[in-house]
Nanobody
Framework: QEKLVESGGGLVQPGGSLKLSCAPS????????MGWFRRAPGKASELVAA????????YYTDAVKGLFTISRDNDLDTLNLEMNDLRPEDTALYSC?????????????????WGQGTKVTVTS
């Protein structure tokens, strides 16, 4: 059974940093692109970052470019999202998701499995 478990969320002050991790199981992690989505209170889910199966290409939504870094370790089966200079508008439930094939997609419907999410709250 495919499963994704996120960790690393928490409460942080504006300007702070957090590192989220995603632990996949039940599928061959190294042949699928992966993505991080977030859902802020009262807003629709959005793709924050995505990475190809071998990690050689990635995508970031404009709001986090230069601030967030997505990475993966296919030997350890881990997906990460390093978030720097966090702002209150980054407050959301962050979930990792499994892509449909090796190349990442910016289309949410291309992701076929989602974790339960880890909550990030940025407040002073």
């Amino acid at each position: 059974q495919e499963k994704l478990v996120e960790s690393g969320g928490g409460l942080v002050q504006p300007g702070g940093s957090l590192k989220l991790s995603c632990a996949p199981s039940g599928f061959n992690f190294d042949i699928y692109a992966m993505g991080w989505f977030r859902r802020a209170p009262g807003k629709a889910s959005e793709l924050v970052a995505a990475i190809s199966s071998n990690g050689d290409s990635s995508y970031y939504t404009d709001a986090v470019k230069g601030l967030f870094t997505i990475s993966r370790d296919n030997d350890l089966d881990t997906l990460n999202l390093e978030m720097n200079d966090l702002r209150p508008e980054d407050t959301a439930l962050y979930s990792c998701a499994k892509g449909g094939d090796q190349r990442f997609s910016i289309e949410p419907h291309s992701y076929d499995n989602w974790g339960q999410g880890t909550k990030v709250t940025v407040t002073s």
